[in-house]
């Protein structure tokens, strides 16, 4: 029996009514390294230290439905007021139960695009939104 965890499968809370992300990208932990040379240090190379905990930004994507301006008036709401919200990725087993979760604090859209829009066949828009955040934690369920 095997324990790969698939990643096809997981929704997205993020205070809007739907859930049906195609994608989610960007779920990075990163770390700005330091480099620190020591005056008693007799060797040339300097040595690597961990300094600050960096986050980057999340894309999310999802097909444009007939109607939905959710993720686009939560844009439009940052010109006039902050409104961030905390932002849930759940990994799900095969009972849609949570298997992962990533918690992103305090996240507001910093860019909403769509595909381009082709004449010469016809396929779903996809709404894409750029997720600015101050920190993300994950867990094991």
Do not use: C, I
Not at 56 to 72: H, T
Not at 78 to 95: C, G, I, M, P, T
Not at 100 to 125: D, E, G, H, M
Request: proline share 4%.
């Amino acid at each position: 029996m095997n324990n790969f965890v698939f990643d096809h499968h997981f929704k997205v809370e993020w205070g809007g009514s739907r859930e049906d992300f195609t994608e989610v990208h960007g779920l990075t932990f990163q770390r700005e390294v330091v480099l620190f040379r020591d005056g008693a240090q007799l060797d040339e190379n300097a040595r690597k230290l961990p300094g600050a905990e960096e986050v980057r930004n999340v894309v999310l994507r999802r097909y444009l439905k007939k109607g939905d301006l959710e993720m686009y008036q939560w844009w439009k709401e940052q010109a006039a007021q902050e409104s961030q919200r905390d932002v849930v990725v759940s990994l799900l087993n095969k009972h849609h139960e949570p298997v992962f979760v990533w918690k992103l604090r305090n996240a507001f859209p910093a860019r909403v695009s769509y595909s381009p829009l082709t004449a010469s066949r016809a396929q779903p828009v996809v709404e894409e939104v750029e997720l600015a955040f101050d920190s993300m934690v994950m867990e094991a369920r």
